[in-house]
């Protein structure tokens, strides 16, 4: 069974940084695309970064050249490494895999329980 577990959510002032990390077991992260999603209140849920098995890797132009999204294969490991942080960044910070024949975001695929992200002086 493929569990996702996030961690590193905290309350943070704006400028400030954090890293989440996600922690996959049933399965060989390395081996699937992999994705950070966010969800604020009010909103719906959105596409954050994704890392692909190639090494190509995705940022939502609102995130781009301040987030970062990593891998350590060998911790089975997906990091989402945050600079610069906004109040608009404020949201719970899902990790995403996909379950076939479900992609990336697919409300059927591999979902964390979410880590909560706020970002406020």
């Known amino acids: 069974q493929v569990q996702l577990v996030e961690s590193g959510g905290a309350l943070v002032q704006p400028g400030g940084s954090l890293r989440l990390s996600c922690v996959v077991s049933?399965?060989?992260?390395?081996?699937?695309?992999m994705g950070w999603y966010r969800q604020a209140p009010g909103k719906q849920r959105e596409l954050v970064a994704s890392?692909?098995?190639?090494?190509?890797?995705h940022y939502e132009d609102l995130v781009k050249g301040r987030f970062t999204i990593s891998r350590d294969n060998a911790k089975n490991t997906v990091y989402l490494q945050m600079n610069s942080l906004e109040p608009d960044d404020t949201a719970v910070y899902y990790c995403?895999?996909?379950?076939?024949?479900?992609?990336?975001?697919?409300?059927?695929?591999?979902w964390g329980q979410g880590t909560q992200v706020t970002v406020s002086s």
């Open positions: 995403n895999a996909p379950k076939s024949p479900y992609g990336l975001g697919h409300q059927y695929s591999y």
């Open positions: 049933g399965t060989t992260s390395s081996l699937y695309p």
């Open positions: 890392s692909y098995s190639s090494g190509w890797k």
